[in-house]
């Protein structure tokens, strides 16, 4: 649990980081390791968030927040959970209820499949051109071919 501590993913700035990420998700770390082992990571981050905002979470809020964490979003990473805390942290999150809790994890999971869609789509394109550009050179090298090996006489010699 050590590398997946509240202190020691400070470093976690974007959604990018995020995805770049080899840490496993939650699901995996929940096979792994176990229901409790999970439950008592995402307890951890909710602990040190309600100090940061001095308690105002009940013990039954934050279990049910951890519930929920396991539940839909399971496909997160401790990353996730870094990043999505320090975004709270920094927007000066200081409500309380279970309802605005869960709004603010669900507006982040919003930001986070756009950001995950332009990724992909900036890699797809990036895959494109560079495909393009291969393709090129392949039909360039193919053209040199063909001029220094004397392809029509090759050609007729065996009959192609």
């Known amino acids: 649990m050590q590398e997946w501590r509240p202190d020691t993913l400070t470093k976690t700035n974007n959604y990018l980081q995020v995805f770049q990420s080899t840490r496993p998700s939650l699901a995996l770390i929940k096979k792994e390791l176990g229901n ?4 008592d990571l995402i307890l951890l981050w909710l602990l040190e968030f309600n100090e940061y905002i001095n308690n105002r979470l009940t013990d039954t809020q934050l279990h049910l927040i951890a519930r929920d964490i396991e539940m839909d979003y399971y496909y997160y990473k401790p990353d996730d959970l870094a990043y999505l805390f320090k975004q709270l942290k920094q927007h000066k999150w200081v409500y309380c209820s279970l309802a605005e809790f869960s709004q603010a994890i669900k507006q982040y999971d919003e930001l986070r499949c756009q950001e995950a869609v332009r990724d992909s789509q900036a890699e ?10 291969m393709f090129e050179r392949q039909s360039d090298k193919i053209q040199d071919f063909k001029k220094k090996a004397n392809y029509q006489e090759l050609k007729k010699k065996y009959n192609l």
Do not use: W
């Not at 797809?124 to 550009?133: D, F, L, Q």
């Open 36 to 39: 409790e082992f999970l439950r």
């Open 124 to 133: 797809s394109e990036y895959h494109k051109s560079n495909s393009k550009r």
